[in-house]
């Protein structure tokens, strides 16, 4: 039996295979993908190997591969995937499903701890790597449910739940365009920036992660990486796509490449989201956190990631929700006394102008804009009064983006 640490990760997608599993094998872990897709599941067995391409446009001549090799995979819906939950090796168990499954797993993964308890396994540790905030809690509680008494005592001694912040753009890819030993369905293409942020506290020592998987880092003040990361990664995301959309724009690399979009992304992290970030979370340092914009509007400009402005801007009520990417860092200026916070409300107020009939989101926000009028339905979605500095901006904003339907780029 090999003595590798094992890592099952749930989710054989763009982030599995583009993110988790490569610094997994970096370290020295031999990887297993669970997955429903069958095709998937076949083909990563019968070709064990994949390319990830790094997407780079300011790398002269392009493509740069790293090849992923000796991986497993195993359906997640069978019987295979418990005696791989309960292996004697396995250390580490990561998902990148969608918040959503992460119900949908639960059970599977109560049935695997269940039977690591009665086979005596080791220590493990589980890190949900998902675009949620605190998506590691979600998938414990969704276990629990699923738990006898004694295995609830075995969980709270032998399972640790550690939460993340996972930040990687791994886009649609098609392995067709670019060259590669492979050119495998399994390929993926991944920009070269990664930060992966768990909260060390709640690991389980003895469980392999004493030796630190490398590009993983271990912190003790996640809540203020998760906010960091959403309120500006996301945020200035969310406000290229939703502004480049209704330019006409179809990726983010040409909208952050038109000045005036540019502009109001820059105002928004730098003047707004990034001020207030630093005013709350005394870590972050004024020039670091610049810096740190700056990345992300480089990483956005990366042409050779073919990101779509409709993928980023997909559900639009989430991403208008009052604690996610837009409302909430208006909130957070208008706590700190950053206001007014203009640029941030163009955001809203061009996320609440996506039109998109093809997304389920933006049919019901321009039903409900055309019966409750904008004033109101902002009022609706963020919880502010009518009279507030906040609506009033966002009001403003979203009349001032009249001009751009359809302007010429
Ligand atoms: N793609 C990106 O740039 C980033 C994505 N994320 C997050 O990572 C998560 C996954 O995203 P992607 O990898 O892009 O999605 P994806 O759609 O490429 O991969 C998800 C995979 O989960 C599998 N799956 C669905 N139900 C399952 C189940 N019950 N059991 C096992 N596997 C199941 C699907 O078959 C699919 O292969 C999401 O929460 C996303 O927000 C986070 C950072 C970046
Ligand atoms: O996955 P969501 O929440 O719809 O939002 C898209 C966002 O997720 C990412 O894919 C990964 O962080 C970003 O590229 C983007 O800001």
Known sequence: MSLKPRGLHFGAGNIGRGFIAPLLLRSGYH????????????????????DVHILDSTTEGADNVEE???????????????????????????????????????????????????????????VACENAIGATTQL???????????????????????????????????????????????????ENFFEWVVDAKPLKPNSGLEVPIKGMTLTEHLPAYNERKLFTLNCGHAVTAYLGHLKGHTTIADSIADPEILSI?????????????????????????????????????NE????????????????????????????????????????????????LRYSNDDDEQSVEMQSKLRDLGVEAYITELTGWQKEEDATKSVVEAYHKLERWINMPN
Request: aromatic share 4%; charged share 25%.
């Open 140 to 190: 414990e509680e969704h276990i629990h449910k699923h738990l006898e008494e004694e295995d609830k005592h075995y969980i709270s001694v032998h399972v640790g739940f550690a939460n993340c912040s996972v930040d990687r753009i791994v886009p649609p890819f098609d392995p067709h365009s670019h060259d590669g030993p492979t050119e495998s369905v399994l390929d993926v293409g991944v």
């Open 265 to 301: 992304v820059q105002g928004a992290l730098h003047n707004e989201s990034g001020k207030a970030l630093c005013k709350r979370h005394s870590q972050f340092e004024e020039s670091q956190h610049k810096e740190y914009i700056n990345t992300i509007l480089r990483r956005f400009a």
């Open 31 to 50: 990887v297993v993908f669970a997955d429903v897709d069958k095709d998937l599941i076949d083909t990563i067995n019968r070709d064990k190997s994949y």
């Open 68 to 126: 992923v090799n000796r991986v497993k995979g195993v359906l997640a819906t069978t019987d295979d995937i418990l005696s791989e939950l309960a292996h004697p090796k396995l250390k580490l168990i990561t998902t990148a499903v969608g918040p959503p499954v992460l119900a949908k797993i639960a059970p599977t993964i109560a049935k695997g701890i269940k039977a690591r308890r009665e086979a005596g396994a080791g220590v493990i540790n589980i």
């Open 304 to 351: 050779a990631v073919k990101d779509d402005v409709v993928r980023v801007g997909r559900q639009p009520l989430r991403k208008l929700g009052k604690d996610d990417r837009l409302v909430g860092p208006t909130r957070l200026c208008v706590e700190y006394g950053i206001v007014p916070a203009q640029n941030l409300a163009m955001g809203i107020a061009a996320a």
